[in-house]
Each structure stands twice: as structure tokens, then as C-alpha cells.
T-cell receptor, first 113, second 111 residues
Framework: DAMVIQNPRYQVTQFGKPVTLSCSQTLNHNVMYWYQQKSSQAPKLLFHYYDKDFNNEADTPDNFQSRRPNTSFCFLDIRSPGLGDAAMYLC????????????FGDGTRLSIL | GIQVEQSPPDLILQEGANSTLRCNFSDSVNNLQWFHQNPWGQLINLFYIPSGTKQNGRLSATTVATERYSLLYISSSQTTDSGVYFCAVELRGSTLGRLYFGRGTQLTVWP
């Protein structure tokens, strides 16, 4: 059974049109992460939530926002997508200080027209 | 930040061959994970291995934390092993589980 679920698997949006990607988890993990992965590159952390505390990476563009309304769900909002935002977006979860791995969802591949 | 280097960057094998992928890291780590990213982009967790040796079928991994490297062994490779293999580490002392990824090894297995 999938434990970190991302919807949709594929998302197409227009240049400048806001888009929201969603992630849910059944693991009851306290940390949720969003990574961006562009073609032929490694995943790059955008931000993460430790419970309700939001932690933004220094080089994450202002165009990217996140919401975590409860333990199970986390959203990635891209306010005005540009062509350079086309990428795979990966959600991950972990329970820190427990010597357990980080779990990843299957990702959402975002295309910009 | 911590440097994570993977080698080789590309590897091409005939089906049935064995291979070793390497991950070097520049600082002490809490955790290390090996992932396989398949052609559909799914990132599959292979091993959680901050130290020691683990085996899972045809795959095994060894991490020597004191020397700051990890090895992933693939034996009797199959075409379904193709994809990108990533090593990712969590810096020692981190409280938020942040992973730093290497650039990956692109593996292609031919029938």
C-alpha cells in the first residue's frame, strides 16, 4: 500500500497560471519535505515542515509556497509558473531522530505550456 | 554544506554482469540511503544504511562511516535494473532529517 501519495502524477499548466500539487501520508511522520528534480539532476530540497514549523531553503524562489493543514497533508503552490519550473516534484516524509529512512512519493511531473 | 560524490557517473553493462557503485561524502553522517530512480521517475528506497552491510536479493550495500564512503553492489544485473542510482546522506547533528543527494549514477543494462 502506498504510504506517501502524490496527486496528480502528471500536471500540465499554462505559463503564469497558479498550480497546486498535493501530498498525503499514512505514516504519521512529523516531517514532510518537497523536492524539485529537473531533468538529469539530483533532487533539490525546496522546503519542509517539522510539524507546523515551516523551513524554507535559502535559494527557494518566492514563487513557491507550501501549506500543511494537518499531519497527513502537505501542498506545494506555485503562484506564477515559468518555463523553468517544469520538473518532477517529489514529496517525502520522515520521523526524525528515530533511525528510520525518508519515504518518497511517486512524484508529480509538472509541464508548463 | 556536505559534499556527496558518486562514481561512476555512467555505467553500461550486459545483462548478467556485476557492478559496484560508490558514494563518497565529506562529513560525518547520521544516515545514508541508496535510491533507484526508474524511467518513470519513481524514487525507490533500496537501503537505509548509515553503517555496516545489508543485503536484499541481488543487491547489497556497505557503508564505512569512519572512512566516509558507501558501496552499492548489483549482481547478475537485469534490464529492469536500468535507471539512476542516488546516494543521499543526512548530516550528523541534523535534527530535521534533511538529505543531501549525490548527482547519481546512470546505469544502463542491455539484454
Amino acid at each position: 500500500d502506498a504510504m506517501v501519495i502524490q496527486n496528480p502524477r502528471y500536471q500540465v499548466t499554462q505559463f503564469g497560471k497558479p498550480v497546486t500539487l498535493s501530498c498525503s501520508q499514512t505514516l504519521n511522520h512529523n516531517v514532510m519535505y518537497w523536492y524539485q528534480q529537473k531533468s538529469s539532476q539530483a533532487p533539490k530540497l525546496l522546503f519542509h515542515y517539522y510539524d507546523k514549523d515551516f523551513n524554507n531553503e535559502a535559494d527557494t524562489p518566492d514563487n513557491f509556497q507550501s501549506r500543511r493543514p494537518n499531519t497527513s497533508f502537505c501542498f506545494l503552490d506555485i503562484r506564477s509558473p515559468g518555463l523553468g519550473d517544469a520538473a518532477m516534484y517529489l514529496c517525502a516524509t520522515s520521523r526524525v531522530r528515530t533511525n528510520q529512512p525518508q519515504h518518497f512519493g511517486d512524484g508529480t511531473r509538472l509541464s508548463i505550456l | 554544506g556536505i559534499q556527496v560524490e558518486q562514481s561512476p557517473p555512467d555505467l553500461i553493462l550486459q545483462e548478467g554482469a556485476n557492478s559496484t557503485l560508490r558514494c563518497n561524502f565529506s562529513d560525518s553522517v547520521n544516515n545514508l540511503q541508496w535510491f533507484h530512480q526508474n524511467p518513470w521517475g519513481q524514487l525507490i528506497n533500496l537501503f537505509y544504511i548509515p553503517s555496516g552491510t545489508k543485503q536484499n536479493g541481488r543487491l547489497s550495500a556497505t557503508t564505512v562511516a569512519t572512512e566516509r564512503y558507501s558501496l552499492l553492489y548489483i549482481s547478475s544485473s537485469q534490464t529492469t535494473d536500468s535507471g539512476v542510482y542516488f546516494c543521499a546522506v543526512e548530516l550528523r547533528g541534523s535534527t530535521l532529517g534533511r538529505l543531501y543527494f549525490g548527482r547519481g549514477t546512470q546505469l544502463t543494462v542491455w539484454p
